[in-house]
């Protein structure tokens, strides 16, 4: 009940969560989280498996209409699941990957050394440019060249442009290598045709499901086309060619994962549902208004984008020219009921605890019904708490506001009949 209370009367900017419908909440809380299924629809480990098998095809074939693929694997606990097995079945332990450095925007599972992806292979990070705050591609051609890596990830967690995946896919053709999009953020946008597609560019693409796209916490990989496996694995008996479909569910389970989370796989499903329907379209549509709309004012106040706005629902502030640390910031509108985070900004002086920048995006407060009015609102409660860091009348008077407008746009109205 307290984090019901506390998700109801905060606005909710951290650009990586959402809220998902009452229909998706409930399937997730449901009592599949009761069933044991390793193994794949018709072709289970367990018995009394009909009903999930049910609700995984659902998910299955709802993906690949939504997002015009081959093929989808929905049992990912996670997005870390997901590149976790697609980077183990298209590179071997000690090989070079490349990624976008996690102080440029890129994530953990891209090669960081504290992630699994950083200690099992060999990771030559890109970088975005300093003036344009977008990836520098005169870098990714170079390091592409001179390290020939076996793949190259494409994507980030806090990169507000377009995801450029016909210039990853020339630099990573050129170069051999195999190419994995990472659309955790966009997915949403990806759905409804507002981001670019990565299915014709890109060897495997994968995602959460719990970000723009508006399910349950989880993960999935995709295959824009299914094609046979390029490195000669056969299948034990009949010595046929498998397909890359095949290693990739075999590399989520048995390879990295045990039972799926069948609860979550039904609530995929719900959610997939409603992603394909028409007002889904102009849900996200309003996510990337809103951001733009936020963005366009924040610049009339001073504040520096990174890569100056944003075409997607994240906005990247780099706080530096108001002497205020990311940390100091997101503290402060914390307490005053504004929920966002401290992130690095691309050549970063802070280090990651303090960071130079916050975070923030569209997708949560955009479920809850708000528009461009409310983010013209919300950017001057923000700007107030930054140009007044250390007062707490206005902390305590932006967080009256804060609550007052959340009360015009209420939340899971279900929970409190
Ligand atoms: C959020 C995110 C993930 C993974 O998320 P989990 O927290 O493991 O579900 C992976 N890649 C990117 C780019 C992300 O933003």
């Known amino acids: 009940m307290r984090e019901i209370s506390r998700e109801s009367n905060t606005l909710e900017l951290i650009a990586s969560e959402n809220f998902v419908s009452y229909p998706v909440l409930e399937m997730a809380g449901g009592v599949m989280t009761n069933k044991y299924a390793e193994g794949y629809p018709g072709a289970r480990y367990y018995g009394g498996c009909e009903h999930v098998d049910e609700a995984e095809n659902l998910a299955r074939e709802r993906a690949k209409k939504l997002f015009n693929c081959e093929y989808a694997n929905v049992q990912p606990h996670s997005g870390s699941q997901a590149n976790m097995a697609a980077l183990m079945t298209f590179v071997n332990v000690g090989d070079t990957i490349m990624g976008l450095d996690l102080a440029h925007?890129?994530?953990?599972?891209?090669?960081?050394?504290?992630?699994?992806?950083?200690?099992?292979?060999?990771?030559?990070?890109?970088?975005?440019?300093?003036?344009?705050?977008?990836?520098n591609f005169d870098e990714v051609q170079k390091l592409a060249k001179e390290h020939k890596p076996k793949l190259i990830i494409c994507g980030g967690s806090a990169y507000p442009r377009f995801i450029e995946f016909e210039q990853f896919h020339e630099i990573a053709s050129e170069?051999?290598?195999?190419?994995?999009?990472?659309?955790?953020?966009?997915?949403?946008?990806?759905?409804?045709?507002?981001?670019?597609?990565?299915?014709?560019?890109c060897d495997v693409i994968?995602?959460?499901?719990?970000?723009?796209?508006?399910?349950?916490?989880?993960?999935?990989?995709?295959?824009?086309?299914?094609?046979?496996?390029?490195?000669?694995?056969k299948a034990p008996k009949s010595g046929r060619i498998k397909m890359v479909s095949e290693l990739l569910n075999s590399m989520v389970m048995p390879g990295i994962q045990g039972g799926p989370l069948m609860h979550i796989i039904a609530a995929k499903a719900v959610a997939f549902g409603e992603a394909?329907?028409?007002e889904f379209n102009s849900y996200a549509q309003q996510i990337v208004n809103n951001a733009k709309?936020?963005?366009?004012?924040?610049?009339?106040?001073?504040?520096?984008?990174?890569?100056?706005?944003t075409d997607t629902h994240v906005i990247l502030i780099d706080l530096t020219?108001?002497?205020?640390?990311?940390?100091?910031a997101e503290n402060a509108l914390e307490r005053a009921g504004i929920t966002v985070n401290k992130n690095m900004v691309p050549f970063d002086q802070r280090s990651p605890f303090i960071t130079s920048g916050i975070r923030v995006g569209t997708p949560a407060i955009t479920t809850r019904g708000m528009a461009e009015n409310e983010m013209n609102q919300i950017v001057d409660k923000i700007d107030q708490v930054i140009s007044d860091i250390d007062n707490d009348i206005t902390i305590n008077r932006v967080k009256m506001e804060v609550k007052s407008l959340c009360e015009s746009f209420p939340l899971y109205r279900e929970l409190h009949d």
């Open 105 to 135: 925007g890129g994530h953990l599972t891209h090669g960081s050394p504290v992630n699994f992806s950083g200690k099992l292979y060999n990771v030559v990070s890109y970088h975005v440019s300093k003036d344009t705050g977008r990836v």
């Open 276 to 278: 394909l329907k028409p």
């Open 175 to 201: 170069n051999g290598a195999y190419l994995m999009a990472d659309i955790a953020h966009p997915a949403g946008l990806v759905a409804t045709g507002i981001h670019p597609s990565p299915m014709s560019y």
């Open 206 to 233: 994968t995602t959460t499901t719990h970000k723009t796209l508006r399910g349950p916490r989880g993960g999935m990989i995709m295959l824009g086309k299914d094609v046979e496996n390029p490195w000669n694995i």
């Open 321 to 328: 020219n108001k002497g205020v640390s990311g940390k100091a």
């Open 293 to 309: 709309a936020m963005a366009n004012k924040l610049l009339t106040r001073d504040y520096k984008l990174v890569s100056g706005g």
